[in-house]
């Protein structure tokens, strides 16, 4: 199926288009969903989450615009509430341990982008794993492009800064690949 006719078939309702999408973009937002919330289930979570909360809006999706912004837009959304919720419930008293493993991340990878603002890490990850130009990101984060030019430069060199201070291997790297080596392990 071609990328404008899923576009249409997906704001027809068209559950097969719903299929060829979850298809097409998983994975991604997977990856996306990850790399903002640290917390694989999470992720997954957001994911499943994403998916069907455009099913069900998507009679708003508009044709002609880019039907993987909108999924990127709706993911990250859908992160932020997460997160939200998760501040709220960290003032609930604890009746769930987690015991889930499966996080992907290596620990200094993800103290580092744990220091990063939410929007920051989702930015940096847009960037860097899925090298969105930044006409998407304006989509997805509705903010200009120079804009989200100077928040991915500070996020960078925070995220650098932090990486360096967590492990001293990483001092010895050359300053952008020892980024994109942590970025690409995930």
Not at 40 to 54: C, L, M, N
Not at 70 to 95: G, Q
Not at 106 to 130: E, G, H, M, N, Q
């Amino acid at each position: 199926m071609e990328k404008n006719n899923l576009d249409i078939s997906f704001s027809e309702g068209d559950e097969d288009a719903l299929c060829h999408a979850i298809n097409i973009y998983g994975q991604k937002l997977l990856r996306y969903c990850h790399n903002i919330l640290c917390d694989y289930s999470e992720a997954q979570d957001a994911v499943q989450i994403t998916f069907i909360k455009a099913y069900e809006k998507r009679k708003s999706f508009k044709t002609g615009t880019s039907l993987s912004s909108w999924l990127y837009k709706i993911a990250y959304n859908t992160c932020i509430d997460l997160i939200r919720k998760k501040r709220l419930l960290f003032f609930l008293p604890d009746t769930h341990q987690s015991t889930h493993q499966d996080d992907f991340i290596c620990d200094d990878l993800k103290k580092a982008l744990l220091s990063l603002k939410p929007a920051d890490r989702a930015l940096v990850f847009s960037r860097v794993i899925d090298e969105k130009s930044y006409s998407d990101l304006e989509q997805i984060y509705q903010c200009s492009a120079a804009t989200l030019r100077k928040r991915y430069e500070r996020a960078k060199k925070k995220l650098a800064k932090s990486l360096k201070e967590s492990n001293s291997y990483y001092l010895r790297l050359e300053d952008k690949k020892w980024i994109m080596i942590m970025m690409k392990k995930l």
